[in-house]
């Protein structure tokens, strides 16, 4: 297994959206793992509260979440909310050419040749409830064919 010494500097590519917010510190948490010897770190998304979708979204994408105060490893991977280290990245041949789960691809990579991969939920990032999909397959669609709340 490839394991980043702690101490050696690290050069690390995050990707996120054009539609996505990150918070304020995403990379220094993305970068605080990196040191900690985490090779990927695969974060989570939500969506505005303003959203009608936020709640049946976040219920669904939730619904694997063990009791508070255990860690959430966590099945979702969003190109919105990832990164990972140069050197891993490589070992992996970098992003397939996919029209659509290009991220999953790449996680699924790391993961089988021993990367150490953090799936964690400590840094959200806000992405766009949008339904119109850019690419088939992608969170639009799954935001499209989510369940809609009842109208009042």
Do not use: K
């Amino acid at each position: 297994m490839a394991r980043a010494d702690a101490a050696a500097p690290v050069t690390w590519i995050a990707t996120t959206d054009a539609d996505s917010v990150v918070p304020h510190d995403w990379l220094a948490h993305q970068l605080a793992r990196a040191r900690e010897g985490w090779q990927a770190v695969v974060g989570t998304v939500v969506l505005p509260s303003t959203s009608p979708l936020a709640t049946p979204h976040r219920i669904r994408y939730e619904a694997t979440r063990p009791p508070a105060g255990t860690p959430w490893a966590h099945p979702h991977v969003h190109g919105a909310n990832l990164g990972v280290a140069t050197a891993a990245y490589l070992d992996v041949g970098g992003f397939p050419s996919l029209a659509t789960g290009e991220d999953h691809a790449l996680v699924e990579a790391l993961e089988r040749r021993g990367h150490r991969v953090l799936r964690t939920a400590r840094c959200p990032v806000l992405t766009s409830p949008r339904l119109q999909a850019r690419a088939q397959g992608g969170f639009g669609d799954y935001l499209a064919a989510m369940p809609r709340p009842a109208e009042a």
